[in-house]
Nanobody, 127 residues
Framework: HVQLVESGGGAVQAGGSLRLSCVASRRHYSTNYMGWFRQTPAKEREGVASIYTGGGNVGSDATNYADSVKGRFTISVDIAKNTVYLQMNSLAPEDTAMYYC????????????????WGQGTQVTVS
C-alpha cells in the first residue's frame, strides 16, 4: 500500500489557475501510473489525466488527458520528490469538483478507476 496525499485545492475565479500536488509515500510498482480523477455529488468519478512514473521515458507521450481538459490541464511528475502535479489553467465552473490522486500498476487499471492507491481528495471550486 502506498499513501497518497493531495494538496493545492481551493477557490478560484473562472479563468484562473491552480496547481494540485500529490505526494506518494514511496516508490512502488503499484504507482507506475499516476493520475487525477474528479467527482461531484451529481456526477460519477471521471478520469482527468495520467502520467507514467515508472522510470525511463517520462516525456509528453507518457501522458493522457480527458478531452474536457486537453489544452488546459498539464500533468507532470518529479520523480525525486515522488510527487505528481496537475497544473490547471483556464478553469471553468464545470471544473468544480473534489480531485483525487490515484496510482496503479497499469494504465488501463488506472483509467477504469480500479487503482489500489487513492488519496483523500482536495476540493477545487471555480466561480
Amino acid at each position: 500500500h502506498v499513501q497518497l496525499v493531495e494538496s493545492g485545492g481551493g477557490a478560484v475565479q473562472a479563468g484562473g489557475s491552480l496547481r494540485l500536488s500529490c505526494v506518494a509515500s514511496r516508490r512502488h510498482y503499484s504507482t507506475n501510473y499516476m493520475g487525477w480523477f474528479r467527482q461531484t455529488p451529481a456526477k460519477e468519478r471521471e478520469g482527468v489525466a495520467s502520467i507514467y512514473t515508472g522510470g525511463g521515458n517520462v516525456g509528453s507521450d507518457a501522458t493522457n488527458y480527458a478531452d474536457s481538459v486537453k489544452g488546459r490541464f498539464t500533468i507532470s511528475v518529479d520523480i525525486a520528490k515522488n510527487t505528481v502535479y496537475l497544473q490547471m489553467n483556464s478553469l471553468a465552473p464545470e471544473d468544480t469538483a473534489m480531485y483525487y490522486c490515484a496510482g496503479a500498476s497499469t494504465l488501463g487499471t488506472l483509467w477504469r478507476g480500479q487503482a489500489p492507491n487513492w488519496g483523500q481528495g482536495t476540493q477545487v471550486t471555480v466561480s
